[in-house]
Nanobody, 123 residues
Framework: EVQLVESGGGLVQAGGSLRLSCAAS????????IGWFRQAPGKEREGVAC????????YYTDSVKGRFTISSDNAKKTVYLQMNSLKPEDTAVYYC????????????????WGQGTQVTVSS
């Protein structure tokens, strides 16, 4: 059974930084992808970034390019989202999600989801 557990959310002032972690377990293959999604109150869920475990390929949505960095420690099966220069509009519940296969598997709609962690950026 695949499990994804997020940590690292919290409250930060605008311009500050946070690092989210997603610990993955249960993938029976080494070729999988993990992504971060977010959902703000009253808004649709959006993909933020994702990374492939096999080749390290990454994808970012335009609104976070240059501010957020996704990385992975395959030995620990943990994916990180370093968020810098945070803005109030980054406030949302952030979800870790994953699936077997490359980035497309996550972009198209991942099968496995974490419970979410709240990120609040004050102005």
């Amino acid at each position: 059974e695949v499990q994804l557990v997020e940590s690292g959310g919290g409250l930060v002032q605008a311009g500050g930084s946070l690092r989210l972690s997603c610990a993955a377990s249960g993938f029976s293959v080494d070729d999988y992808a993990i992504g971060w999604f977010r959902q703000a109150p009253g808004k649709e869920r959006e993909g933020v970034a994702c990374i492939s475990s096999s080749d390290g390929a990454t994808y970012y949505t335009d609104s976070v390019k240059g501010r957020f960095t996704i990385s992975s420690d395959n030995a620990k099966k943990t994916v990180y989202l370093q968020m810098n220069s945070l803005k109030p509009e980054d406030t949302a519940v952030y979800y870790c999600a994953g699936d077997v296969g490359g980035l497309f598997a996550v972009v198209a709609g991942p099968s496995y989801w974490g419970q979410g962690t709240q990120v609040t950026v004050s102005s």
